[in-house]
């Protein structure tokens, strides 16, 4: 090979290692798509929505639902060449996409942060296939209805293809049909919670942590507040764990929660009201598998009792504004930090960095911190 050919070898290769790739994975159907959309929820005025394909659409909604600013999900197939097709169809290559239908407050959350979202529980390098599952109806793609998305879109998935030297496969295409999935499918994690999801759920349980935080917007968390019991639109705006825990004193996943190994510097508010409860420099590592501190805030801000459930006697603490479930207090804790050890369940709390309290209206908190 010529010192030519090799230096126009390296300039080919340069250019597509950096160019953005955007390829679609888009499948070829001999006859044009049926156009028809089937769903049950319809947008406001004031509305948006888009269709996202991400894998199993049972992980994509339960995400989805949980995100600040998302109104509405329902999931279905997407872009196929049949009409009507059935579940069971589906899985069987009828060569629909698995979907969720979001409508959603562009005010609140504006397209592109919600595709920054969508892109976080995908690899968008991976052709007909999410996690474990593998076939055409688990494509990525991202569908609109206003063409004016197109270009957010676009933009979007030139900017991630940034990020990765394989080519990103999500296909962009208008919502051609969309037909509403079983009533079996909807909120498919909701009714099944132990049912399986390729996203991970520290990753829902965060977006569901901000979007309990929106039912908050004065922003005011001063020292001076008084907390109160959550009214049914904050319960509601929960996660599935979140409710277990905080309204029927269940216990999370040991390990397996947000807050377990979180060594940030912050503060860990009730998720319920927003009453600031520990401090992360009374927090330390138990070997429990969750959030161990060895003191509150304030123990004013707790309620103790004795919990004889499952054979054993401990005590359970709870916050006394809002009554919600927290954990339990022992007397294991580290001698030289007083004995106590308060093993809390993260899904009780939220967490909010010492860099983000003032913006999030807990500057009257800093004083917490030395320095």
């Not at 394909?53 to 339960?62: K, M, Q, R």
């Not at 957010?152 to 030139?158: D, T």
């Not at 006697?313 to 930090?337: M, Q, T, Y």
């Amino acid at each position: 090979m010529t010192f030519l050919a090799v230096a126009a070898a390296v300039a080919i290769g340069t250019y597509f290692y950096f160019t953005p790739k955007n390829i679609s994975a888009k499948p070829t159907f001999n006859a044009p798509l049926p156009e028809e959309i089937v769903q049950q929820n319809f947008k406001s005025p004031d509305e948006a929505e888009i269709y996202l394909a991400g894998g199993c659409f049972w992980g994509t909604e339960f995400l989805m639902r949980n995100v600040p600013g998302v109104t509405s999900v329902e999931v279905g197939y997407a872009n196929g060449p049949t009409r009507n097709p059935t579940y069971h169809e589906v899985c069987n290559d009828a060569g629909h996409a698995e979907s969720a239908h979001v409508i959603y407050n562009p005010d609140v959350v504006p397209l592109k942060k919600l595709l920054d979202i969508y892109f976080q529980s995908i690899d968008p390098t991976l052709v007909n296939q999410q996690g474990n599952d593998r076939g055409i109806q688990y494509r990525t793609g991202i569908y609109f209805s206003d063409e004016a998305d197109e270009e957010i879109i676009r933009e979007s998935l030139k900017n991630l293809q940034r990020n990765f030297f394989n080519a990103i496969v999500v296909e962009c295409a208008p919502i051609k049909n969309f037909y509403r999935a079983e009533e079996e499918h909807q909120e498919y994690l909701y009714k099944n919670p132990n049912g399986y999801c390729h996203i991970s759920r520290s990753f829902i349980n965060e977006q569901a942590k901000e979007k309990a935080a929106e039912n908050f917007p004065d922003k005011n968390f001063s020292r001076d507040r008084i907390y109160g019991k959550p009214d049914k639109k904050v319960l509601e705006s929960l996660s599935d764990m979140q409710r277990s825990v905080t309204q029927e004193a269940a216990t999370e996943p040991p390990y397996k929660n947000e807050y377990n190994e979180e060594t940030r510097e912050g503060i860990y508010v009730d998720v319920t009201n927003g009453q600031p409860l520990f401090v992360s420099t009374d927090k330390f590592d138990s070997g429990c598998g969750w959030p161990a501190f060895s003191k509150p805030i304030d123990k004013n801000f707790l309620v103790e009792r004795k919990d004889f459930s499952f054979g054993m006697e401990r005590i359970e603490v709870r916050a006394k504004a809002s009554g919600a479930h927290l954990g339990h207090v022992f007397d294991d804790g580290p001698k030289n930090l007083g004995g106590l050890r308060y093993c809390i369940n993260s899904a009780s709390l939220r967490f909010i960095r010492r860099e983000k309290m003032a913006e999030e209206g807990y500057g009257d908190w800093l004083d917490l911190f030395k320095n």
